[in-house]
């Protein structure tokens, strides 16, 4: 197994595929070298997606660093998938090897192709984003909560201007 | 068994993938107050709401209501480890198709193109639900505090 399909077995969803499938689904990808830079920032064109090699990305919004995500993480595909342009932008942290595949190709392997590699690398995107959505219902729970805490504390504050 | 109505939902599978998939579901039915999946289970069926609607509860908090034509499990249903994360509940009497995950392993065999079909379904859905999370996040994020009092005095009217 050469190193592009070795990578794609890490990949939540993917473990159990055969080594053919990951193959040929690994010379979909380019591959990316970079230290210290940008992959993409916030509002560019969503024109890709990537899975980390080696090494990590910070994911930058409003000039905020929010995660850090490391080997075996697919990421860009959510704009990859909807044409929006990316919300977030994204920094190799130190050097990184990339996985990249171009947004065109993405969607015609996704949209049209009927094979066990397009099945393979539509399940671990559905995979991928399923995570994602738990834990974005998780965050969604905790902010919520937060505010209403924060409502508390604003109808006291409330209370104690009233005569 | 009782016969499946048509599902909207699967019209945008060419005639032989519709049936193929058609093949596979079963008619499932729940009461109000049922679940349809609880979260934190393994169990890896998948659900095409056919009328009702069922609330998506994550931790004690509802996060959305879903109705006809929702897909319900979908998460889980192609996950290496499934664990169930949200209490589907029924809100009202719901009719729904289910799918077993061992059913689409035959569907892939028998039939790749409509189980292609499905697997696109899923990840246009779940990416639209994702973006809507992340939408709901930065409202929340971004919208200033409205105090209890204020909340009462626009429902109430005064001042």
Same mark, same amino acid.
């Given at each position: 197994m050469d190193?592009r399909a070795t990578i794609l077995r890490?990949l939540?969803?993917l473990q159990?595929e055969p080594v053919d499938v990951l193959l040929a689904l690994g010379q979909?990808?380019? $591959?990316?070298?970079?230290?210290? @830079?940008?992959?993409?920032?916030?509002?560019?064109?969503?024109?890709?997606?990537?899975?980390?090699?080696?090494?990590?990305?910070? $994911?930058?919004?409003?000039?905020?660093?929010?995660?850090?995500?490391?080997?075996?993480?697919?990421?860009?595909?959510?704009?990859?998938?909807?044409?929006?342009?990316?919300?977030?932008?994204?920094?190799?942290?130190? #050097? @990184?090897?990339?996985?990249?595949?171009?947004?065109?190709?993405? /969607?015609?392997?996704?949209?049209?192709? $009927?094979?066990a590699p /397009?099945?393979a690398?539509?399940?671990?995107?559905?995979?991928?984003?399923?995570?994602?959505?738990?834990? /974005?219902?998780? #965050?969604?729970?905790?902010?919520?909560?937060?505010?209403?805490?924060?409502? $508390?504390? @604003? #109808?006291?504050?409330?209370?104690?201007?009233?005569? | 068994?009782?016969?499946?109505?048509?599902?909207?939902?699967?019209? !945008?599978?060419?005639?032989?993938?519709?049936?193929?998939?058609?093949?596979?579901?079963?008619?499932?039915?729940?009461?109000?107050?049922?679940?349809?999946?609880?979260?934190?289970?393994?169990?890896?069926?998948?659900?095409?709401?056919?009328?009702?609607?069922?609330?998506?509860?994550?931790?004690?908090?509802?996060?959305?209501?879903? &109705?006809?034509?929702?897909?319900?499990?979908?998460?889980?249903?192609?996950?290496?480890?499934?664990?169930?994360?949200?209490?589907?509940?029924?809100?009202?009497? !719901?009719?729904?198709?289910?799918?077993?995950?061992?059913?689409?392993?035959?569907?892939?065999?028998?039939?790749?193109?409509?189980?292609?079909?499905?697997?696109?379904?899923?990840?246009?859905?779940?990416?639209?639900?994702?973006?809507?999370?992340?939408?709901?996040?930065?409202?929340?994020?971004?919208?200033?505090?409205? &105090?209890?009092?204020?909340?009462?005095?626009?429902?109430? &009217?005064?001042?």
């Amino acid at each position: 197994m050469d190193g592009r399909a070795t990578i794609l077995r890490a990949l939540p969803g993917l473990q159990e595929e055969p080594v053919d499938v990951l193959l040929a689904l690994g010379q979909r990808f380019e $591959v990316s070298l970079l230290r210290d @830079a940008w992959v993409c920032r916030q509002g560019d064109p969503s024109d890709a997606l990537y899975v980390i090699a080696e090494g990590y990305l910070g $994911v930058y919004r409003g000039g905020r660093r929010l995660t850090v995500l490391g080997p075996g993480s697919v990421v860009g595909h959510v704009g990859a998938l909807s044409g929006a342009p990316r919300s977030a932008g994204l920094r190799a942290e130190g #050097a @990184a090897a990339l996985m990249v595949m171009s947004a065109v190709v993405a /969607a015609e392997i996704l949209e049209a192709e $009927v094979s066990a590699p /397009a099945s393979a690398l539509r399940r671990a995107l559905i995979v991928s984003v399923g995570r994602q959505i738990r834990e /974005a219902s998780r #965050a969604l729970v905790r902010l919520s909560r937060q505010a209403e805490d924060v409502d $508390v504390e @604003a #109808a006291l504050e409330e209370a104690r201007g009233l005569p | 068994m009782t016969a499946l109505p048509p599902i909207p939902l699967l019209d !945008v599978l060419e005639p032989a993938s519709r049936e193929a998939l058609r093949a596979a579901l079963v008619l499932h039915r729940f009461a109000p107050g049922d679940a349809i999946v609880t979260a934190g289970a393994t169990d890896q069926s998948l659900y095409i709401l056919l009328s009702g609607s069922a609330t998506v509860v994550v931790g004690g908090l509802v996060i959305t209501t879903l &109705g006809e034509g929702a897909l319900v499990g979908e998460m889980s249903f192609f996950e290496p480890f499934p664990d169930r994360s949200a209490d589907v509940v029924a809100q009202t009497a !719901v009719a729904a198709a289910g799918l077993e995950r061992s059913s689409y392993a035959a569907l892939c065999g028998a039939s790749p193109v409509a189980a292609a079909g499905l697997e696109r379904l899923v990840l246009g859905r779940l990416a639209a639900r994702l973006a809507e999370t992340n939408a709901q996040i930065s409202e929340l994020v971004t919208a200033p505090p409205v &105090g209890i009092l204020e909340r009462l005095r626009r429902r109430m &009217g005064w001042g």
